[in-house]
């Protein structure tokens, strides 16, 4: 059993900054990959990036440069910085932890609303 807990989400103005982070719990945390998705109103929630267990990084287009996935495995926490925030990428946004072989696990998510 894996938990996950968000936080650093909050209302910014276009142009600026968060870094979110997920702090986890429970089963060893460095072998799973970790990923942040967001979920806006009225959409399906949608992968943003994500981090093996290796440390290797994957990003949409829509945040290539602008966002930067990180972990710390003796932290069991994974980060996710943004930067050159646009008002498009207000929404929930959730962290996500999965194994070969094990259950997909979910926080709770976090807001992020962007003001133009």
């Known amino acids: 059993q894996v938990q996950l807990v968000e936080s650093g989400g909050g209302l910014v103005q276009a142009g600026g900054s968060l870094r979110l982070s997920c702090a986890a719990s429970?089963?060893?945390?460095?072998?799973?990959?970790m990923g942040w998705y967001l979920q806006a109103p009225g959409k399906q929630r949608e992968l943003v990036a994500d981090?093996?267990?290796?440390?290797?990084?994957h990003y949409v287009d829509s945040v290539k440069g602008r966002f930067t996935i990180s972990r710390d495995n003796a932290k069991n926490t994974v980060y996710l910085q943004m930067n050159s925030l646009k008002p498009e990428d207000t929404a929930v946004y959730y962290c996500?932890?999965?194994?070969?072989?094990?259950?997909?696990?979910w926080g709770q998510g976090t807001q992020v609303t962007v003001s133009s």
């Open positions: 981090i093996t267990s290796g440390g290797f990084t």
């Open positions: 429970g089963n060893i945390f460095s072998a799973y990959a």
């Open positions: 996500n932890a999965r194994r070969v072989g094990y259950n997909v696990y």
